[in-house]
């Protein structure tokens, strides 16, 4: 069946098209929600709803008691991004991220060109200076760092680890993730505290493992690490091992995955032994898949807030930072409490459970 654009969508996009033609080189403010409304005879509910999408694409810009502007067109019309190979094509995060970069590039006219790793190794490619700004998702192979440095003077990495001479880095606070974690374990009362770490080379592994040792030896607590990929077969395998020990070692009663797909996994092979989650065993997870408030239990994790690190990157690339390079911008997470962590109540119900395809 062919899709019908609803009120809400013809809306939105006959105002992307309007505001497009009034971009200049300053704000333009933009009529009323009433004048809107009765100018293309719609309501000013869905009037309304379509700002708030392009306020998000960075097309407009709501100012307190000042009313809706269309902000200047960009001076820069075209954004190099560039994916490390270390990432995988299906990883969730950088599949989302990509989609919000490439939709507020559209929104604002700029045309996204996506590099190819072996194509910038090749001899024959241009290496020369230019003005686009790029972006880098992810950690930039140790051979190319100084021929982006070169031919780029705005860099701009997300989870990158200043690897490109310049580069503003914007993350989200892992450090800090790993930290509030275990306080969260500790305040609950949990004594062995295990770590489920991936490898250390990607730095989010690294960091939120840090974080968490650093504040559970604060408070005098050892902790169990075991290290593997980052997905749902690793999350098996750290079970796995566990169990394996129990006799010798006894199980911890509260884990801290480096992000959901471990902590998933986990959660499944140690139900399958007869260990009750989060009555024997609590456990935190970090990326808040959608497929963590599905299953049994529900996994307590911390969420992204994609909108607010893409705008940062905007930021970086055409606004406020553009003129200089080197800083490292740390973003928050929260946390989403949920009954992996504390045990639900009986008269509630849980959803079934579920098991999603491998992640890598």
């Given at each position: 069946m062919q899709h019908r654009p609803l009120v809400s969508e013809k809306t939105e996009t006959a105002l992307r098209e309007t505001f497009r033609t009034l971009q200049s080189d300053r704000p333009v403010r933009v009529p009323s929600e009433r004048e809107?409304?009765?100018?293309?005879?719609?309501?000013?509910?869905?009037?309304?709803?379509?700002?708030?999408?392009?306020?998000?694409?960075?097309?407009?810009?709501?100012?307190?008691g000042m009313g809706t502007y269309v902000l200047p067109r960009p001076a820069i019309r075209e954004l190099h991004l560039l994916r490390s190979p270390e990432i995988k094509h299906e990883d969730p995060f950088y599949l989302q991220l990509l989609s919000a970069i490439a939709t507020r590039a559209a929104?604002?006219?700029?045309?996204?060109?996506?590099?190819?790793?072996?194509?910038?190794?090749?001899?024959?490619?241009?290496?020369?200076?230019?003005?686009?700004?790029?972006?880098?998702?992810?950690?930039?192979?140790?051979?190319?760092?100084?021929?982006?440095?070169?031919?780029?003077?705005?860099?701009v990495s997300v989870h990158g680890g200043h690897h490109v001479a310049g580069e503003t880095e914007?993350?989200?606070?892992?450090?800090?993730?790993?930290?509030?974690?275990?306080?969260?374990?500790?305040?609950?009362?949990?004594?062995?505290?295990?770590?489920?770490?991936?490898?250390?080379?990607?730095?989010?592994?690294?960091?939120?493992?840090?974080?968490?040792?650093?504040?559970?030896?604060?408070?005098?607590?050892?902790?169990?690490?075991v290290e593997e990929k980052m997905n749902w077969g690793g999350g098996i395998r750290a079970a796995e091992s566990m169990l394996a020990e129990r006799a010798q070692t006894e199980l911890p009663d509260a884990v801290f995955a480096a992000n959901d797909w471990m902590a998933l996994g986990f959660i499944?092979?140690?139900?399958a032994d007869g260990v009750r989650v989060p009555e024997d065993i609590a456990v935190i997870g970090c990326d808040n898949l959608p497929l963590s408030a599905e299953f049994d239990p529900p996994l307590a994790t911390f969420a992204f807030d994609m909108e607010r690190l893409v705008a940062e990157i905007a930021d970086c690339v055409f606004g406020r930072e553009s003129a200089g390079g080197g800083r490292r911008i740390l973003l928050p997470a929260t946390f989403v409490p949920r009954a992996s962590l504390e045990a639900v109540p009986p008269d509630r119900p849980r959803p079934p459970a579920s098991r999603p395809a491998r992640n890598r």
């Open positions: 809107l409304a009765e100018r293309m005879a719609v309501s000013r509910v869905s009037i309304r709803k379509a700002l708030a999408v392009l306020v998000a694409e960075g097309l407009l810009e709501q100012r307190q929104s604002a006219g700029i045309r996204l060109t996506l590099l190819d790793v072996e194509r910038l190794r090749e001899p024959t490619v241009d290496t020369g200076s230019r003005e686009e700004p790029l972006v880098l998702l992810g950690p930039v192979p140790e051979d190319l760092t100084g021929l982006l440095a070169a031919r780029y003077g705005r860099v914007v993350r989200f606070d892992d450090r800090h993730i790993g930290r509030e974690a275990a306080h969260l374990l500790l305040a609950r009362g949990h004594n062995r505290l295990a770590l489920l770490s991936g490898p250390t080379r990607y730095d989010s592994a690294r960091e939120r493992r840090e974080g968490f040792l650093e504040a559970a030896e604060r408070m005098h607590r050892t902790v169990r690490i499944q092979r140690m139900r």
